[in-house]
């Protein structure tokens, strides 16, 4: 026999190749167990396990090497599965004699799908990054067309496959190249993904929500273990440096990723943590590629509003040594980022009543309109009608500019001692720098007994002001220089084993650290009193504006200067995980067992600088750094004066050098121990296959609170624990219909300001404890149940519904409590002066009135439905076989919980030929609760729920070299938060835009 033509025969090799592969269906379920090994003997068994004749190149394979393959797959997906990253390919020619290919035998790896006439053999198949592979045919020789499947087309198609094979809910986003995601932004990718919504800032993805729950209880890992990220944020989106939960995407740089899969129903071996969901982020293995690849890209974006010109990089090289034994691999990616937000907010609306602070009674303003509330009263007594009529509270033009500088490097080592062992070392490396001048021009409407209504305009609601003159009102210009920096360092190693034929052993141990730090100078420029006017008459969201007549509005003279705030922030997230799995395999089942600890711990701390007395702003001030203010908004922006921060530093009247603020400090700790088993099984019910998975899996928490009061460090130690049993099915009905039932227990743990015991208030006269957080609180818990419909109807295609129902036994609340002050507060309590003995308080003998976070059993459900439909019209004649769409929709039924848009949809519309390729997404969300009750008097305060549209678009060269362009946001969304009033009204809070963005670009790859 040739030996560069090995003809591997399985045990029925009596009848002629073309007979046999004539009654061969090549999506009849087999079950395989063929270890990781030598392509050469892998394919052997795999011949033999399915029954049929294969030819194999055998000088090209035996260098080769392929992946495990366990489990009942069909012919063609089990060649998929096997022969994942090693650059082969199970072909078909017309006769039905089934070969191995490699990339070297294609035309060219930028080909695109073609339907094969055979059509039980047309089935996706999967490569390394670097072109996707294929169930192809040699089409001169035997006159049968290619399928090959690459770019976003490919991409979808592996994330059909992986969700395909899964016994649980699951979704993927799979890189489209080496180094390239579908997205610039992982969150903005994920969005695309049926139950997600993200919340951006400053144009960007940050967080996402999934099925209805806000972004603390979807859990994140990368590479295995759960990790932290935060960093600081825009005036938008909150001032305050991350230290809860939420994962924030936007620290890292897409092109650092190969794979995301969003694991919605959990099994006994996902690590607990997500009622929501988890999210799992991986990046490339040398082992994925075959041999030495290499890709860079080049980009240059730009902004409209900003007009700034962006970079953008990213590198990737990998390669195998030692005949495949060792890999190495590294990626870098850099980006910068000017974004330039700006707009119009009120900081909401509120009634004169609503503050307990009405107008002068000497006031007679000339009304236009009509009020609808006759009889306005305070605290039981009669006042003017215009004191229950909504105004804003500080009318003012906002400016963000904010210089982003992001950085990504990731290393993978891996090492194959042998056919049964391998070992990988992954460090990922991301740094995010923000450095930013926030400028706001308000006009002080909060002292309402401080100013004087001339003239109101009733809105035709009979409910608000809608323009008004006021006397005595002062201006205050706000100026704040921030400078931020998050830094991500993760280092995991880990190890697969097989300890013999049916025993395999994975292990791993990993560290992740975030640090965030913030520094923020603040002041205030504060003016004399005089006129000021608004009108929202043409425009609810932006009115116009004007001063009384002859103050110079611009003038430094008339400003005075005050230090808001000279304070600096840095939270520390650390979390140390190690674990090891067991798992026994035989034809149709598997038993998987393992523990896993974990220990987290968040450790916050505030800086202060000095603050010095008033002083005059001349000399210190300058105009507002754009002559274009208010540019692309549907209204007019005033430009204003700002703080002349290079004026300020140089003449020292501050400095940033900070004091430690103990009694602002806190660490919160968490050291869990999980230990697991998991039963899987297959079973044939007639002609379906069923897919089972049972599992349980029970963890001790240990909640460890440290703070310092009064000087005493005080640390509060709890424990408890949760059993969280769990079941999936996944029943193949026909080879095109797959339906799936999932139940288990999930939990998540507290946020961490629940648990922050930081900067308690003790009232010893009122014998009250407020500010105080429950290091004692036990998880929320939730019964979840998901059930769903896929129908695979044709080539790369999906129709689908997914129902989800999850009831949340154990949450939060703030309630009331009267008991003793736990012991570890005491010494604390003793040594403050202002507590004394003649109060009667003494905290170990009598009772104080407690308002904390507390458990709360009355339980509560979300539910709702997911509708995907997903279809390449490859059937179809001409140029419209080269079209496809991808589209979902989700209706969630939560009440009032925050963050939840009650319906969101999603559609990518795309077309993609052998060269060229281009594709528009529009994601859309309901508006959606930001509070309720919200402050100032409001029933509720909402988000505006944008509409994104981005398009992505390629052109390849050659098979090396591409051209992209890319527009992200094309319609300049607005970002917009607004106040319900009495619970029937719309008015604005904020609202701003930051502009389109575009990105040509270059990239190279071998």
């Known amino acids: 026999m040739n030996k560069n033509n090995i003809v591997m025969v399985a045990l029925l090799t009596t009848c002629s190749c073309q007979v046999q592969a004539e009654n061969t269906n090549l999506a009849q379920l087999i079950p395989f167990n063929i270890s990781e090994n030598k392509a050469d003997i892998a394919l052997t068994e795999f011949a033999q396990q399915s029954n049929l004749t294969i030819i194999v190149p055998y000088d090209k394979v035996v260098a080769v090497r392929t992946r495990e393959l366990v489990g009942t797959y069909s012919v063609v997906d089990g060649a998929i599965t096997l022969l994942e990253g090693s650059g082969l390919y199970l072909a078909v020619n017309n006769n039905g004699q089934l070969s191995i290919r490699t990339n070297n035998d294609l035309e060219g790896k930028h080909s695109m799908l073609h339907k094969n006439k055979l059509s039980t053999a047309v089935v996706l198949a999967i490569s390394s990054l670097a072109a996707a592979q294929t169930i192809a045919q040699d089409s001169q020789a035997n006159d049968v067309e290619e399928l090959i499947v690459t770019g976003f087309r490919g991409s979808l198609l592996k994330s059909l496959d992986q969700k395909r094979s899964a016994v649980n809910a699951k979704e993927s986003i799979m890189a489209e190249d080496i180094g390239k995601f579908p997205d610039l932004n992982i969150a903005e990718s994920i969005q695309r993904i049926p139950g997600v919504a993200i919340s951006r800032e400053g144009g960007e993805g940050r967080n996402i929500t999934l099925r209805g729950f806000s972004p603390s209880f979807t859990r994140t890992t990368l590479n295995g273990m759960e990790v932290p990220a935060g960093s600081d944020g825009l005036d938008s989106g909150g001032v305050t440096i991350n230290a809860s939960r939420a994962f924030d995407f936007h620290v890292f740089a897409s092109e650092l990723f190969n794979r995301v899969d969003i694991q919605k129903s959990t099994t006994a071996s996902m690590e607990e943590g997500g009622i929501a ?66 707009g119009f907010g009120t900081v909401r609306w509120t009634t004169p009543v609503a503050t307990n602070n009405v107008y002068p009674t000497s006031a007679n303003p000339v009304i236009n309109g009509n009020i609808a509330e006759n009889d306005c009263q305070l605290n039981g007594s009669a006042v003017a009608a215009t004191n229950c009529l909504w105004a804003p509270r500080l009318p003012r033009a906002d400016y963000f500019g904010n210089d982003q500088e992001r950085l990504g490097v990731t290393t993978s080592f891996q090492y194959r001692p042998s056919d049964t062992a391998k070992v990988t070392l992954d460090v990922l490396h991301s740094e995010l720098n923000n450095n930013r001048v926030n400028y706001n021009s308000m006009e002080w409407f909060l002292t309402h007994n401080e ?39 993760q280092y995991v190693l880990s190890g697969e084993f097989d300890l013999s034929d049916s025993l395999k052993l994975n292990a791993m141990v990993g560290k992740a650290t975030n640090e965030a730090d913030r520094e923020e100078v603040r002041f205030y420029y504060i003016s004399d009193s005089h006129q000021y006017s608004f009108d929202f008459t043409d425009n609810m969201d932006i009115p116009k504006v004007s001063w009384g007549e002859g103050y110079d509005y611009y003038d430094s003279d008339n400003y005075q200067v005050t230090t808001a705030n000279n304070r600096s922030n840095f939270v520390k997230k650390d979390n140390l995980t190690s674990k090891i799995d067991l798992t026994f395999t035989q034809d149709r089942y598997s038993i998987e067992t393992g523990i896993a600890y974990n220990d987290r711990k968040v450790e916050s701390r505030e800086g202060n600088g000095n603050y010095p007395t008033a002083f005059s702003a001349v000399g210190y001030t300058k105009m ?90 005080v640390e509060l130690d709890r424990s408890y624990k949760n059993f969280l049993p769990s079941m999936n099915f996944s029943l193949d009905v026909t080879e095109d219909v797959v339906t799936r039932l999932s139940y288990g227990k999930t939990m998540t743990r507290p946020d961490l300001g629940s648990l922050n015991i930081a900067a308690p208030s003790f009232g010893y006269t009122t014998r009250t404890v407020s500010n105080l957080g429950n290091p004692g609180l036990n998880p929320f818990e939730s019964n979840d149940i998901d059930l769903s419909a896929e129908w695979y109807f044709a080539d790369e295609s999906l129709l689908a519904v997914n129902y989800f129902f999850k009831n949340v036994t154990t949450s939060l609340k703030t309630d009331i409590v009267e008991k003793l002050i ?32 507390v458990n709360d059993n009355a339980g509560y459900d979300v539910k709702g439905y997911e509708l995907i439909y997903q279809q390449t019209f490859s059937s179809l004649p001409g140029l419209l076989s080269n079209l496809g769409v991808v589209s979902n929709y989700t209706h969630v039924n939560a009440g009032d919980m925050l963050g939840v848009s009650e319906n969101s949809y999603n559609m990518t519309v795309f077309y993609e030929v052998d060269n060229y390729g281009v594709r528009v997404s529009a994601n859309k969300r309901d508006d959606y609760l930001l509070s309720k009750p919200s402050d100032n008097g409001h029933a509720s305060e909402m988000k505006y729920g ?48 930051t502009g389109r963005q575009f990105l040509v670009g270059v990239r190279y790859s071998l």
Do not use: C
Request: hydrophobic share 35%.
């Open 277 to 342: 969901g988890t999210v799992d982020l991986y990046s490339a293995k040398p082992f994925d590629f075959d041999g030495f690849k290499v890709a860079a890209s080049l980009q240059n974006g730009y902004n409209d509003l900003s007009e700034k010109n962006d970079p953008r990089l990213a590198f990737m090289m990998s390669n195998t040594f030692a005949d495949d034994t060792l890999g190495a691999l590294v990626s870098v990616a850099y980006s910068d980022r000017t974004v330039r937000q700006e």
């Open 451 to 489: 100013i004087t209504p001339l003239e109101i305009t009733v809105h035709p609601d009979g409910k608000r002001i809608m323009a008004g003159t006021y006397d005595d009102v002062e201006s205050w210009i706000e100026s704040r220089d921030q400078t931020s920096k998050s830094v991500f360092d």
């Open 822 to 853: 736990d012991p570890e507060y005491y010494d604390a309590i003793l040594s403050d002066p202002q507590y004394d003995e003649a109060y009667n308080a003494d905290p170990r003998t009598v009772p104080y009135t407690h308002y904390i976070p």
């Open 624 to 713: 507002l750094p754009v002559s274009d203010f208010g540019k692309g908004l549907d209204g007019d922006l005033v430009p204003f004066l700002v703080a002349d921060f290079d004026a300020i530093y140089r003449d020292n009247r501050i400095s940033k050098d900070y004091t430690d603020n103990q009694s602002a400090a806190w660490i919160v700790g968490e050291e869990t121990l999980a230990a697991f088993v998991e039963l899987n099984n297959e079973f044939d019910v007639g002609s379906m296959l069923l897919k089972t998975n049972f599992g349980v899996r029970a963890v001790n928490t240990d909640v460890t609170s440290q703070a310092w009061i009064n000087g005493s460090a």
């Open 946 to 993: 944008p509409t994104h549209i981005d398009l992505s678009s390629f052109y390849h060269f050659n098979d090396n070299l591409t051209f992209t362009f890319e527009a992200i946001n094309l319609t300049d969304e607005v970002e917009r938060i607004y106040g319900t009033g009495d619970g029937t009204m719309d008015m604005t809070r904020e609202i701003n835009h």
